[in-house]
């Protein structure tokens, strides 16, 4: 092959690559209503079966935080931090889709990501003439919610600034796509149903 025949090789190559991109990116389109139904069916499913079983988490913690197998199970049905609001009359909105590894979420709630003791699985910022926070979090094998307002100094359910930190610094979701695989806590439930 010549110069020439190897830049002819590459642009197709090229144009290929280009067409494969275009004909995903519109498949996505086009199935995005489904796929977004199937996959919030399917987060619903997965954190009523964790929210359940919390207890064996939390009581094989050591072994979820230090195998890489194990411990990278991604967690994507809990909203760990959302803030919105209106502030000088313009709105914003830092929620996003959050996935954390599990090794990950269980040291949050070793670091003080809870509520009375309990493991926190949503914090809810909102700013609009004072301050609204919504925090969920799991007790005796159900998510329960507390909710305040706040007009001036600071809301008592207010969660320490390094804690919030902490929780967006976990989030991996620009690593995983939604309709990416990876390890979901299947691999657990699996392991459980069998041996129970």
Same mark, same amino acid.
Request: glycine share 2%; charged share 20%.
């Given at each position: 092959?010549?110069?020439q025949d190897y830049r002819r090789h590459y642009a197709d190559l090229y144009n290929k690559i280009e067409? &494969? *991109?275009q004909e995903f990116t519109g498949e996505l389109t086009a199935t995005r209503e489904t796929f977004d139904k199937l996959y919030r069916q399917q987060q619903e499913i997965? *954190?009523? =079966?964790?929210? &359940?079983n919390l207890d064996f988490f939390l009581k094989h913690k050591a072994r979820f935080q230090s195998s890489s197998g194990l411990g990278e199970i991604i967690i994507d049905f809990f909203t760990l931090d959302y803030f919105a609001g209106l502030v000088g009359g313009f709105g914003f909105c830092s929620g996003r889709e959050c996935k954390v590894y599990l090794k990950d979420l269980l040291r949050l709630w070793d670091e003080g990501f809870t509520y009375r003791g309990y493991p926190i699985?949503? @914090?809810?910022? !909102?700013?609009h003439h004072g301050r609204? #926070? #919504? /925090?969920? @979090?799991?007790k005796n094998g159900r998510i329960e919610v507390a909710s305040t307002g706040y007009l001036t100094g600071q809301n008592p359910l207010e969660l320490p600034k390094e804690i919030t930190e902490k929780v967006k610094k976990v989030d991996v979701s620009n690593k995983y796509?939604? =309709?990416?695989? !990876? *390890?979901? /806590?299947?691999?657990?439930r699996n392991v459980l149903d069998q041996s129970g």
């Open positions: 092959m010549n110069l067409t &494969a *991109k997965d *954190k009523r =079966w964790f929210v &359940a699985v949503g @914090y809810e910022s !909102y700013t609204k #926070i #919504i /925090i969920s @979090y799991i796509p939604h =309709w990416q695989t !990876y *390890k979901t /806590i299947d691999v657990v």
